[in-house]
Protein backbone atom coordinates (compact mmCIF):
# COMPACT_ATOMS: atom_id res chain seq x y z
CA UNK A 1 0.00 0.00 0.00
CA UNK A 2 1.19 3.35 -0.84
CA UNK A 3 1.01 5.91 2.25
CA UNK A 4 -0.29 9.41 0.58
CA UNK A 5 -0.84 12.58 2.60
CA UNK A 6 0.59 10.66 5.48
CA UNK A 7 3.02 12.48 7.95
CA UNK A 8 6.49 11.06 8.59
CA UNK A 9 4.92 9.65 12.04
CA UNK A 10 1.70 8.17 10.20
CA UNK A 11 4.28 6.63 8.28
CA UNK A 12 6.05 5.22 11.53
CA UNK A 13 3.31 3.85 13.00
CA UNK A 14 2.38 2.03 9.36
CA UNK A 15 5.77 0.28 9.86
CA UNK A 16 5.79 -0.75 13.03
CA UNK A 17 2.06 -2.47 12.93
CA UNK A 18 3.14 -3.87 9.52
CA UNK A 19 6.52 -5.32 11.04
CA UNK A 20 8.96 -3.70 8.48
CA UNK A 21 11.07 -1.96 11.16
CA UNK A 22 11.59 -5.25 12.95
CA UNK A 23 12.55 -6.85 9.89
CA UNK A 24 15.09 -4.06 9.53
CA UNK A 25 16.21 -4.23 12.71
CA UNK A 26 16.59 -7.84 12.55
CA UNK A 27 18.42 -8.00 9.41
CA UNK A 28 20.76 -4.80 10.78
CA UNK A 29 21.17 -7.64 13.78
CA UNK A 30 22.68 -9.94 11.28
CA UNK A 31 25.32 -7.76 10.16
CA UNK A 32 26.55 -7.20 13.18
CA UNK A 33 27.40 -10.58 14.33
CA UNK A 34 30.78 -10.50 12.78
CA UNK A 35 31.70 -7.56 15.07
CA UNK A 36 29.65 -9.37 18.12
CA UNK A 37 32.06 -12.48 17.65
CA UNK A 38 35.41 -10.05 17.57
CA UNK A 39 33.57 -8.33 20.87
CA UNK A 40 33.39 -11.67 22.56
CA UNK A 41 37.17 -13.23 21.74
CA UNK A 42 38.40 -9.47 22.66
CA UNK A 43 39.99 -8.61 19.54
CA UNK A 44 37.98 -5.52 18.59
CA UNK A 45 40.72 -2.54 17.66
CA UNK A 46 38.17 0.00 17.65
CA UNK A 47 38.44 0.40 13.91
CA UNK A 48 35.30 -1.09 12.21
CA UNK A 49 38.34 -2.76 9.57
CA UNK A 50 36.35 -6.38 8.29
CA UNK A 51 39.30 -7.11 6.55
CA UNK A 52 37.93 -6.43 2.93
CA UNK A 53 40.95 -4.75 0.98
CA UNK A 54 40.83 -5.77 -2.62
CA UNK A 55 43.17 -3.17 -4.05
CA UNK A 56 45.50 -3.85 -1.02
CA UNK A 57 45.31 -0.41 -0.02
CA UNK A 58 46.17 -1.02 3.44
CA UNK A 59 49.82 -1.97 3.11
CA UNK A 60 50.76 1.56 3.27
CA UNK A 61 49.98 2.44 6.90
CA UNK A 62 50.32 5.89 6.74
CA UNK A 63 47.58 7.15 4.08
CA UNK A 64 45.61 4.23 5.45
CA UNK A 65 45.25 5.44 8.95
CA UNK A 66 44.58 8.69 6.85
CA UNK A 67 41.77 7.30 5.07
CA UNK A 68 40.59 5.81 8.21
CA UNK A 69 40.31 9.32 9.90
CA UNK A 70 38.64 10.25 7.06
CA UNK A 71 35.86 7.86 6.53
CA UNK A 72 34.94 8.27 10.18
CA UNK A 73 34.72 12.32 9.76
CA UNK A 74 32.44 11.87 6.85
CA UNK A 75 30.60 9.43 8.78
CA UNK A 76 29.88 11.61 11.90
CA UNK A 77 28.93 14.61 8.76
CA UNK A 78 26.13 12.71 7.50
CA UNK A 79 24.84 11.65 11.42
CA UNK A 80 24.96 15.23 12.30
CA UNK A 81 23.20 16.19 7.90
CA UNK A 82 20.48 13.62 9.05
CA UNK A 83 19.46 14.57 12.16
CA UNK A 84 19.66 18.36 11.25
CA UNK A 85 17.10 17.29 7.80
CA UNK A 86 14.80 14.87 10.93
CA UNK A 87 14.66 18.03 13.37
CA UNK A 88 14.30 20.44 10.48
CA UNK A 89 11.06 18.16 9.40
CA UNK A 90 9.69 17.77 12.97
CA UNK A 91 10.01 21.81 13.65
CA UNK A 92 8.56 23.04 10.00
CA UNK A 93 6.22 20.17 8.94
CA UNK A 94 8.39 20.00 5.65
CA UNK A 95 10.58 18.38 4.21
CA UNK A 96 14.25 19.68 2.78
CA UNK A 97 12.80 19.53 -1.21
CA UNK A 98 9.60 21.47 -0.01
CA UNK A 99 11.39 23.66 2.15
CA UNK A 100 14.34 24.72 -0.27
CA UNK A 101 11.59 25.32 -3.02
CA UNK A 102 9.46 27.96 -0.84
CA UNK A 103 12.68 29.95 -0.68
CA UNK A 104 11.74 33.17 -2.95
CA UNK A 105 13.78 33.32 -5.92
CA UNK A 106 14.96 30.23 -5.92
CA UNK A 107 14.81 28.39 -9.43
CA UNK A 108 16.34 25.20 -9.62
CA UNK A 109 14.89 21.48 -10.87
CA UNK A 110 14.04 20.70 -7.42
CA UNK A 111 11.50 23.54 -7.73
CA UNK A 112 10.30 22.12 -11.43
CA UNK A 113 10.02 19.11 -9.82
CA UNK A 114 7.50 20.09 -7.60
CA UNK A 115 5.74 22.29 -9.90
CA UNK A 116 4.82 19.82 -11.72
CA UNK A 117 4.24 16.85 -9.25
CA UNK A 118 7.07 14.33 -9.68
CA UNK A 119 8.21 15.28 -6.07
CA UNK A 120 5.28 15.65 -3.42
Known amino acids: KWY ?9 EASIKS ?7 FFI ?8 LKLANGSVDGTGDLGFDPLG ?8 NKRQVT ?15 THHYFLTGKGPI ?3 TQIPNFKSCAAAAVSTQLCR
Open 29 to 36: GLLEIPFL
Open 57 to 64: MAQDSESF
Open 71 to 85: EVKNGRLAMIAISGM
Open 98 to 100: EFI
Open 19 to 25: GALWQVL
Open 4 to 12: SGEKMWGLH
